[in-house]
């Protein structure tokens, strides 16, 4: 069976901070790993990671993988209050039967970002 | 681009109803669609693949009897709680690719969130 583990589950921060979120999977098949933050509502898209070591960056946030370690982070730098939400991990993956390919998701991480 | 519509954002249903949930992909075609399901504090869980134009493919636990899943059409598909109880109020949320622009992820519909009383 498929797993994606997110760590920290939680986390809490000022203004200012840089946060590393971390992301661990086991997954038969692999494909890519996403990024989404989660709001109050549907999650959006944030990255999609295919390639060991390439960083992938989007204003203060960016992201990595290690196909080797199984594994990815998500760093945001100069954490702003609006970048309070849950993160999401997920892995796309060949499904075995049925075909065509399926997301495994993580838990989250629950950011908060105080002033 | 890559919008996904789902509808309605929120229901309330009588104990014993059946309720429809749709999804539309409004600027792309879609021949698969993903359902989900999420708890409060929990996860997105798949409970369904929605096919164009054949069966849907269910994950392991998730019945076929009561959530049924029709895409008929590239861009429409809804997902049918029938017999509503209690247990099924949850957050409900589909997605989509738009294989024209895999870099793009999925897409996910705003979700709907299901009271069922």
């Known amino acids: 069976e498929d797993k994606v583990v997110q760590s920290p589950l939680s986390l809490v921060v000022h203004e200012g901070d840089t946060v590393t979120l971390n992301c661990s999977y086991e997954v038969t098949n692999f494909r890519s790993l996403l990024w989404y933050k989660q709001e109050k509502k549907a999650p959006t898209f944030l990255f999609m990671l295919?390639?060991?070591?390439i960083e992938k960056k989007s204003g203060r946030l960016s992201s990595i993988l290690d196909k080797k370690e199984l594994f990815s982070i998500l760093n945001i730098t100069a954490t702003q209050t609006g970048d309070s939400a849950i993160y999401l991990c997920?892995?796309?993956?060949?499904?075995?039967?049925?075909?065509?390919?399926?997301?495994?998701f993580g838990t989250g991480t629950q950011l908060k970002v105080e002033l | 681009g890559a919008v996904v519509s789902q509808h309605p954002s929120r229901v309330i249903c009588k104990s014993g109803t059946s309720v429809k949930i749709e999804c539309r992909s409004l600027?792309?075609?879609?021949?698969?669609m993903f359902w989900y399901r999420q708890f409060p504090k929990q996860s997105l869980m798949l409970m369904a693949t929605s096919n164009e134009g054949s069966k849907a493919t269910y994950e392991q636990g998730v019945e076929k009897d009561k959530f049924l899943i029709n895409h008929a059409s590239l861009t429409l598909s809804t997902l049918t709680v029938t017999s509503a109880h209690p247990e099924d109020s949850s957050f409900y949320i589909c997605?989509?690719?738009?294989?024209?622009?895999?870099?793009?992820?999925?897409?996910f519909g705003s979700g709907t969130r299901l009271t069922v009383v």
């Open positions: 997920a892995v796309e993956a060949l499904r075995l039967t049925g075909g065509g390919n399926k997301l495994t």
């Open positions: 295919t390639s060991s070591g």
């Open positions: 600027d792309f075609q879609a021949t698969t």
């Open positions: 997605s989509a690719r738009d294989i024209q622009a895999p870099d793009r992820g999925y897409t």
